[in-house]
């Protein structure tokens, strides 16, 4: 099993970004997504989940501002970022079952 995550960058506050998630290796439709992040002194966070039939879930700080959804045909997990505050700065991670991407960097400058 095989994730990439892609899409960080460097945005300012107010801004959007869209991370993407591309899954190998495991029967994509099956199981549920996760989104965590983390930052250093901080430790990791969980910020949102897709169930395999598409139900999300948030953690309370994103709510409002983030989007997850799945392409089950590509095997393609979004997290679409919109109203980026500082605070969301960290590194993101996908994660099925025990697998983990490798994390991708978002910033965000205020």
């Known amino acids: 099993v095989q994730l990439q995550a892609s899409g960080g960058g460097l945005v300012q506050a107010g801004g959007s970004l869209r991370l993407s998630c591309a899954v190998t290796?495991?029967?994509?439709?099956?199981?549920?997504i996760y989104w965590f992040r983390e930052v250093s002194w901080k430790g990791r966070e969980g910020v949102s989940c897709?169930?395999?039939?598409?139900?999300?879930y948030y953690v309370e700080s994103v709510k409002g501002r983030f989007t997850i959804s799945r392409d089950n045909e590509k095997k393609i997990v979004y997290l679409q970022m919109n109203s980026v505050k500082s605070e969301d700065t960290a590194v993101y991670y996908c994660?099925?079952?025990?697998?983990w991407g490798q994390g991708t960097q978002v910033t965000v400058s205020s």
């Open positions: 290796g495991v029967t994509f439709d099956h199981y549920a």
């Open positions: 897709i169930s395999n039939d598409g139900g999300a």
């Open positions: 994660t099925i079952l025990t697998y």
